[in-house]
């Protein structure tokens, strides 16, 4: 079974989700990454294309 992990930022728009996805990329044999926001914000999830680790297809969390 894996274990669940939950990356918290304000306003999960940039580290939060970076991290998530990392870990789903490279770790996604032991672990189901989230991430989420204390605030609300509504950003462009697709404009965050600093790796090939593609994000684009996730709902933001608050």
Do not use: P
């Not at 990329?25 to 990454?33: F, G, I, K, L, P």
């Amino acid at each position: 079974m894996k274990q669940k992990v939950l990356f918290i930022c304000t306003h999960n728009s940039a580290w939060s989700q970076m991290a998530e996805g990392l870990m789903n990329h490279v770790m996604s044999d032991r672990y189901e990454a989230y991430s989420a926001g204390t605030y609300g914000a509504n950003y462009d999830k697709t404009d965050r294309d600093s790796s090939s680790i593609d994000c684009s297809n996730r709902e933001f969390n608050l």
